[in-house]
């Protein structure tokens, strides 16, 4: 079974700092990884996705996550936050053998003038 | 730039009642998920659909509901008797051949009083 955590609930930042959100992932089989970022009432949007390749990834508004398989993690960064980055984020996994999505319990970004 | 959408957004409905939720997936796509959000809580995977058929379910798709294409472009989830512990917003996606990416619906909030 596969499962995801993101460890923070809760992450306050002012305009213009770095921001790091936590995603950590178990599985005993070869994952897709998934951030989606939720702003107030509305639905799920795409941020970006690792599927092979390089570990590394850039996604849109300026997110980056970076995969790393031996801490078995896939944390989101942004260099710069912007007051509008205030949502939910969830980190989601699926695998080869299942395209069901399998979410965090969402972090959510609070960024402050 | 095509989109998921679902409707209505907001259905109030009595314990007991049965409800019909709907969702227009994106045209050439053939692979359709349900997952639903209960307030504050993370977002769980329900069912997925390809080819006319129930692909998964989870242990929270019990016999209560069910999921139908009517025709080509509706994509439908019924909740036979509503429970109170139904309230919960409702997220329609879909994604085509070869794609991992799930596009999701603004979402339908359903509120069993």
């Known amino acids: 079974a596969q499962s995801v955590t993101q460890l923070d609930s809760q992450v306050p930042v002012f305009e213009e700092a770095p921001v790091e959100l936590r995603c950590n992932y178990s599985s005993s089989v070869s994952v897709y990884l998934f951030w989606y970022v939720q702003y107030p009432n509305q639905g799920l949007q795409l941020l970006l996705k690792?599927?092979?390749?390089?570990?590394l990834v850039k996604g849109i508004n300026g997110f980056e996550a970076e995969f790393n398989k031996s801490q078995t993690s896939f944390h989101l960064r942004k260099p710069s936050v912007h007051i509008s980055d205030t949502a939910e984020y969830f980190c989601?996994?699926?695998?080869?053998?299942?395209?069901?999505?399998?979410f965090g319990t969402g972090t959510r970004l609070q960024v402050f003038p | 730039e095509p989109e998921v959408t679902q409707t209505p957004s907001h259905q109030v409905t009595q314990m007991g009642q049965e409800v019909i939720l709907r969702c227009v997936p994106i045209?050439?796509?053939?692979?359709f998920y349900w997952y639903r959000q209960i307030l504050g809580q993370k977002v769980e995977f329900l069912v997925s659909?390809?080819?006319?058929?129930?692909?998964?379910k989870s242990e929270i798709f019990d016999d209560q509901f069910s999921v139908e294409r009517p025709d080509g472009s509706n994509f439908t989830l019924k909740i036979r008797s509503t429970k109170l512990e139904d309230s919960a917003m409702y997220f329609c996606?879909?994604?085509?051949?070869?794609?991992?990416?799930?596009?999701f619906g603004p979402g339908t909030r359903l509120t069993v009083t």
């Open positions: 996606a879909s994604t085509g051949t070869g794609d991992y990416e799930q596009y």
């Open positions: 989601a996994v699926s695998s080869y053998n299942t395209d069901k999505l399998i």
């Open positions: 659909f390809y080819n006319n058929e129930i692909s998964e």
């Open positions: 690792y599927l092979s390749g390089s570990t």
């Open positions: 045209s050439n796509h053939l692979y």
